[in-house]
């Protein structure tokens, strides 16, 4: 690169952004590693090595926190993919209302987490909510959606597909319309069904858009926390808690060490599972 | 079934769904923000005797010595300024990552893209801020939420960026133009299809943000919207017609911006989405 093209894109552009960047997350997140291996009042520190990791591991209500994280990530993202193909076929289809769903769909994406949260925690009350009093009138008794520990985790889970099924679809319709038309020229001449339009063309050939999906859903899940909080506050008992929602009781409780060992595990959790899946699946693309 | 047939079912039951599982939800919520507190509690979806929606919004506004005003002008206030700062950093820092190619810029393009992917360290960002005396501050938030959008921003002006070709710097570049003149005062121009784009897609994710003025904003003379929200929830607690006034309150602003711009949010949730 030559001097005067240095001097145009002179590194000094990076400068203001780098300082807020490092100072604000890079920072912090190298500092998380050292201060999960401490007591810490955030006034002052003490080395106690891997006893704050220790904890979270055998504490039953710290450790419930990487099986529901699993759990409503895995969940969430396989209902996103599955909702989100079938709404996106769907939507660039012939149907003549497509662009009423496209909006309907898509509109919960922009509302309020908290707002979503507490709306479905009243309807899902379980003797005067509107989804059991529904159930009722067909002479179904409804669960105690947020209130049995078994179920909770996942009624929340059904809540964050509904509010973020419009972002897979809108990415799976850019995906699908991208396809070029001479694969749906030739199927036609070959005499292919819908079936076949759906199985050999748009499935694998918006491969990239289910990539997408998976790993920002998938992510996205293993991070969440304000609708969990929202709705549950990781209760019943400790049956809703994730990584996330530890993380902030840890730290309202004052345990500072012990929550930075939270932040240090999601990171792990994150990059373990996130990385290695992504390159996964890009390989596979390469090989389409 | 014809295929015309087969089609209209198709649509029919789509319809049906899209009522059932949106309109109600939001029927819900306007239906329940218009009762007073005894038809509220009683969660159905029966018409209210008496319309009260101004009265409602009165009192939530009342609430709290005017909590609410103060979490409009907060929330306002972050995010405007949030957006200011991430589009000029943003811009100016994609402008050299993508222009320029050299040792660095692997790393460079690295530890911005992790910023995607890796949740912030929460503790220890607070002991950051608080050594900076920017902890409980606005201008404190401000940067947290340019630090957190940085990485999505870049992403999208760099694919952008992209497509403005480089004969464009070197015919700058003859007629005398420095490095900040060419970025200013041509390239940043014409960024402004992106730039648009960032701004309504980071409003929407500014001006819901709940868990970065949980954390780093707490106390009531600070308070956002979201926050609002979330304490209404125990503060209300018999009195659902004022909690869902809030929340009809709240979702208006989105509301206003999907209706205006729901192409450039989709566009721009897209682009970003399928280079990441």
Redesign the interface.
């Known amino acids: 690169m030559s001097k005067l093209q240095r001097k145009i894109y002179s590194y000094s552009f990076l400068v203001p952004a780098a300082i807020v960047y490092i100072i604000i997350f890079i920072v912090p997140t190298f500092l998380s590693f050292f201060f999960s291996l401490t007591r810490w009042t955030l006034s002052d520190w003490e080395y106690i090595g891997l006893d704050n990791f220790i904890t979270f591991f055998k504490e039953p209500y710290l450790s419930i926190g990487f099986r529901n994280t699993f759990i409503y990530a895995v969940v969430t993202c396989g209902l996103k993919v599955v909702l989100g193909l079938l709404l996106g076929v769907l939507l660039t289809g012939a149907l003549r209302i497509k662009n009423y769903l496209r909006s309907v769909v898509f509109f919960p994406t922009l509302v309020s987490t908290i707002a979503v949260g507490i709306t479905f925690s009243v309807m899902m009350h379980p003797t005067t909510g509107l989804i059991n009093e529904t159930l009722s009138f067909f002479g179904i008794k409804g669960p105690d959606w947020l209130g049995n520990p078994s179920i909770a985790l996942l009624s929340v889970a059904m809540v964050d597909v509904w509010k973020g099924v419009g972002f897979a679809t809108v990415i799976y319709i850019a995906g699908i319309m991208s396809i070029p038309e001479q694969y749906y020229e030739a199927l036609q001449i070959d005499g292919g069904g819908s079936w076949h339009k759906f199985w050999h063309i748009i499935l694998p050939l918006s491969r990239p858009a289910t990539n997408s999906v998976i790993i920002l859903a998938f992510i996205g899940g293993l991070r969440s926390f304000d609708l969990i909080w929202a709705m549950t506050k990781g209760g019943p008992g400790f049956s809703t808690d994730v990584i996330a929602s530890i993380i902030y009781k840890q730290y309202q409780a004052g345990f500072y060490g012990l929550s930075t060992a939270g932040n240090v595990i999601l990171f792990l959790f994150v990059s373990l599972l996130a990385f290695p899946l992504s390159r996964f699946l890009t390989r596979k693309e390469v090989d389409l | 079934m014809s295929r015309k047939g087969r089609?209209l079912t198709?649509?029919i039951v789509?319809?049906a769904l899209?009522i059932i599982?949106?309109?109600?939800?939001l029927y819900?919520?306007i239906l329940t923000a218009l009762k007073n507190p005894q038809e509220a509690a009683?969660?159905?979806?029966d018409w209210p005797t008496e319309i009260r929606l101004w009265q409602n919004i009165k009192e939530v506004f009342v609430f709290r010595d005017y909590m609410l005003v103060r979490a409009f002008w907060n929330s306002t206030l972050l995010t405007v300024l949030s957006i200011v700062?991430l589009t000029?950093?943003?811009s100016?820092?994609a402008?050299?990552?993508q222009?320029?190619?050299?040792k660095?810029s692997p790393w460079?393009s690295f530890?911005?893209l992790a910023?995607l992917?890796?949740?912030?360290?929460?503790?220890?960002?607070?002991?950051?801020?608080?050594g900076?005396g920017l902890f409980k501050t606005m201008t404190g938030l401000v940067?947290?939420e340019?630090?957190?959008g940085?990485p999505f921003c870049?992403m999208l002006y760099r694919g952008f960026m992209g497509t403005i070709p480089k004969d464009i710097?070197e015919a700058a570049?003859v007629d005398g133009y420095?490095?900040y003149r060419?970025?200013f005062q041509i390239i940043f121009p014409l960024l402004k299809p992106v730039t648009s784009t960032i701004i309504v897609t980071q409003a929407?994710v500014i001006?819901?943000d709940?868990?970065n003025p949980?954390?780093f904003l707490p106390g009531s003379k600070n308070v956002t919207?979201?926050l609002t929200?979330?304490n209404f929830?125990s503060q209300f607690i018999s009195k659902?017609n004022l909690?869902?006034t809030d929340?009809l309150l709240?979702?208006i602003p989105?509301?206003i911006?999907?209706i205006f711009f729901?192409k450039r949010?989709?566009a721009g949730?897209?682009a970003g989405?399928?280079k990441?």
Not at chain 2, 42 to 45: A, G, I, P, S, T
Request: net charge neutral; no cysteine; proline share 5%.
């Open positions: 089609l198709i649509e789509s319809v899209s599982l949106f309109w109600v939800p819900f919520v009683r969660m159905n979806l700062v000029v950093v943003s100016m820092a402008f050299v990552m222009r320029r190619q050299d660095a460079i530890f911005v910023g992917i890796i949740p912030p360290a929460v503790v220890p960002t607070i002991w950051v801020l608080n900076l940067l947290v340019v630090a957190l940085f870049v710097d570049v420095g490095g060419l970025f929407v001006f819901n709940f868990v949980l954390y919207l979201q929200l979330y929830t659902w909690l869902f929340i709240i979702t989105p509301l911006l999907f729901n949010i989709v949730m897209v989405s399928v990441g």
